[in-house]
């Protein structure tokens, strides 16, 4: 598999089983949805999201159908103040169907958490790669392809993507309590996030996009290595097609949330070698970190997240609680001042610090990660079940579904049935792979 000195970032992964052990491894106020698919890479400039500078903010109406079809009825509404035409009442009408007809999500502890790392691009490439990756990237990736499908599939589903922050807030007592998610009949919340979105020295050539970039008003965009030289401008990774995705269908995203990004920083963030401690500090790096917080910022203005994955990429289930501090300082240090604070922390390898025992500040590990570093989201894997949340001692801990290659195997050879609650894990497989 991955050399040692690659620093496999995706080269192992934890999956906690349901007994605790690991093992390796408003649509339109009722208007029916459209069937429209989004293809790899296509764009649209029907809609954008609610957190970002939309092209109709000089249109209140269609901004207000827009908000609308994000469940945010109360911003819907404000959006129409002082219009009164005949389009404007007619939209009004529309929110208040919608709204009346919309009802809380029945158990917030039923909410799917599903993720991904970076697609691949060219499967020629990636399934061909040298140095034993081939194997990992097979495992431990999908490919644009499988990608575009399983979201179209998702979508037609009824899933809505939702942060966690969504799901449950700490209240005024100190606890984690469910916060109502009000949807439509037949919606339901999901919450998506991207490991390692770091574009990794050691997969250069490989056929993966290289780096983010802003692209003026198309917004956050990868850049891809073409044959002959040429860099592509596009849509080859998760945030560009989710973001894409959600211009032409705003009712897949609640109030404008997308999704999470886990960060390590060994190697930079976002296809920058913004790191200090691995780049030292000189003139270059500050303008990779300038670069990296550019498409940092304008990724959080359009509805995206970001967690820490650890600096390091670490198993804090073996790490010693001062190894542990160790690394936080270096993420910290190197990464935080360009992706801003986050309450989320997603465990690499799934590795979590403690088996399904809900956390207590008689955990040192909990202690420091929470009590310390403010960490109120947890997430670890659990491919092994739909959904797992568990609220304890003011945070949210939350099993996140595996979509990779070994999930894929383990669906076609019958051993597995949790993917099929949102997608069709054969019919949505990439013919490249074997």
């Known amino acids: 598999m991955f050399t040692s000195a690659a620093r496999p970032a995706v080269a192992a992964l934890v999956i906690v089983t349901a007994s605790g052990g690991c093992s390796s491894g408003g649509g339109d106020g009722g208007a029916s949805r459209s069937s429209r698919q989004v293809s790899p890479g296509a764009s649209s400039s029907a809609s954008s999201s609610a957190k970002t500078s939309s092209p109709r903010a000089d249109d209140p109406v269609a901004r207000a ?39 809380p999500f029945a158990d917030n502890t039923q909410i799917s958490h ?5 697609l691949v691009v060219d499967p020629a490439l990636a399934f061909h790669a040298g140095q034993g990756k081939a194997q990992g990237y097979k495992d431990y990736m999908v490919t644009k392809r499988e990608f575009v499908a399983q979201l179209n599939s998702m979508y037609a589903k009824g899933y809505v993507l939702v942060h966690p922050q969504r799901v449950a807030k700490r209240g005024a007592d100190g606890q984690m309590h469910p916060v109502p998610i009000v949807l439509p009949a037949g919606k339901k919340p999901l919450v998506l996030s991207v490991d390692d979105v770091s574009y990794y020295e050691y997969m250069a050539g490989d056929g993966f996009a290289t780096s983010l970039v802003v692209d003026g008003s198309k917004g956050v965009r990868t850049t891809y290595p073409e044959k002959g030289g040429k860099v592509r ?51 270059k790096t500050d303008a990779e970190r300038a670069k990296a917080r550019t498409v940092a910022n304008a990724m959080k203005a359009t509805g995206w997240n970001f967690a820490s994955h650890s600096y390091g990429h670490i198993n804090i289930t073996k790490a010693s609680l001062e190894a542990i501090k160790a690394d936080a300082a270096r993420w910290d ?49 659990d491919g092994s079940r739909s959904s797992w949340i568990q609220f304890s001692q003011g945070s949210m801990r939350q099993g996140r579904i595996n979509i990779d290659g070994i999930a ?27």
């Open 65 to 103: 159908r827009e908000l609308r079809r994000m469940y945010d009825y109360a911003a819907a509404t404000a959006a129409l103040k002082g219009q009164t035409s005949e389009e404007a009442d007619a939209e009004r009408r529309a929110i208040n169907d919608a709204k009346a007809k919309a009802k």
């Open 114 to 118: 599903v993720f991904y790392h970076s």
């Open 233 to 283: 401008k596009g849509a080859d990774d998760v945030v560009p097609i989710v973001d894409d995705f959600v211009r032409e269908h705003p009712d897949f995203s609640y109030r404008g949330d997308k999704g999470t990004i886990a960060l390590t920083g060994y190697n930079g963030v976002l296809g920058y070698r913004s790191s200090y401690a691995a780049y030292g500090h000189s003139a």
């Open 333 to 381: 240090a190197d990464v935080k001042p360009i992706v801003g604070p986050t309450k989320e922390i997603i465990f690499a390898f799934g590795a979590d610090i403690s088996d399904t025992t809900p956390y207590s500040m008689r955990n040192p590990k909990y202690a420091f990660l929470h009590g310390v570093e403010g960490f109120d989201y947890f997430a670890n894997v």
């Open 408 to 434: 894929l195997d383990s669906a076609r050879d019958g051993k597995s049935s949790v993917l099929s609650n949102f997608f069709d894990p054969v019919a949505t497989r990439d013919p490249a792979r074997r």
